[in-house]
């Protein structure tokens, strides 16, 4: 599903704050993090935006 570009911004803006704040040099360095802490994966996921990080398995 396709968000408003407003509803976009809003949730590129919070991803980014959350991620600025780990230390990475390449996607493989972010994922890992993200994957094994549920800490992260709750801050990412937001209910009122519709978004959800999902791992395939």
Do not use: C
Not at 20 to 49: A, C, F, G, I
């Amino acid at each position: 599903m396709k968000l408003p570009p407003a509803k976009q911004k809003k949730l590129f803006n919070e991803a980014t704050a959350i991620l600025r704040s780990l230390y990475w040099k390449d996607v493989k360095q972010l994922t890992m993090p993200v994957v094994h802490n549920e800490t992260l994966q709750e801050q990412l996921n937001s209910k009122e935006l519709g978004s959800e990080v999902k791992q395939d398995k």
